[in-house]
Every structure is written in C-alpha cells, then in structure tokens.
C-alpha cells in the first residue's frame, strides 16, 4: 500500500513557474514507477509525465515537453515536477500515481495503482 500527498500548487500568472511535490509513504517507493497527470474543470484526466522507479527514464506530453521536468528522489521517497513558462491552459487540479506493473510508468491511468488527492494550479493571463 502507498499513499501519496501532493503539494505545492497555487495561483501563478502566465510565464511563471511552480514545482509540486509528491510524497510516497512506504518503505517500497522505489520499486515504482511515478506520473504525474492533470484534469481541468470539464476535461478527462490526461497524462502529464512520468519516470521510471530508478529516476533514468523519463517522458512527457507534447504540450509540455521542454516546459516541465519531472524527478524523483528515493531517499526522500518523493517525486517532483517542476513546472515552466505556465500558461492559462495548464490550468488544472495535478495528481500524482504510483505504477507498480510498467517499470518506466505509463500514459494510461488505468496502469497506475495509487493515487494522490490532487494539487489545484492556477495559470492568469
């Protein structure tokens, strides 16, 4: 069993930047993989990032690619995702999960076994 927490959204204007964390309970953090997804009012969950349980894998949707970074640090039992040149549309409540079957994580959320309550980020024009 794992819980996540989410943290660190808010209300930033377009072009800043945010970082949400996401911290794992459980001595097993690092045997999964980690991705982040996101749902804005109205819309499906959609994939954001993911990374596979080691940290050497990591992939990203086109619309953020270049923006966001996603890590993780097993030490601390947490993942990260640094988030860049925010725009309006990136505006969503954020959610982490934990993926114990796709060792580098996957795009679909119905891989993933645990999830976070999600963290509200907010992008003004």
């Known amino acids: 069993q794992v819980q996540l927490v989410e943290s660190g959204g808010g209300l930033v204007q377009a072009g800043g930047s945010l970082r949400l964390s996401c911290a794992a309970s459980?001595?097993?953090?690092?045997?999964?993989?980690m991705g982040w997804f996101r749902q804005a009012p109205g819309k499906e969950r959609e994939f954001v990032a993911a990374?596979?349980?080691?940290?050497?894998?990591?992939y990203y949707a086109d619309s953020v690619k270049g923006r966001f970074t996603i890590s993780r640090d097993n030490a601390k039992n947490t993942v990260y995702l640094q988030m860049n040149s925010l725009k309006p549309e990136d505006t969503a409540v954020y959610y982490c999960?934990?993926?114990?079957?796709?060792?580098?994580?996957?795009?679909?959320?119905?891989?993933?076994?645990?999830w976070g309550q999600g963290t509200q980020v907010t992008v003004s024009a």
């Open positions: 459980g001595r097993t953090f690092s045997s999964y993989a």
């Open positions: 990374i596979s349980w080691s940290g050497g894998s990591t």
């Open positions: 999960a934990a993926d114990s079957r796709v060792p580098s994580g996957s795009y679909y959320y119905y891989e993933y076994d645990y």
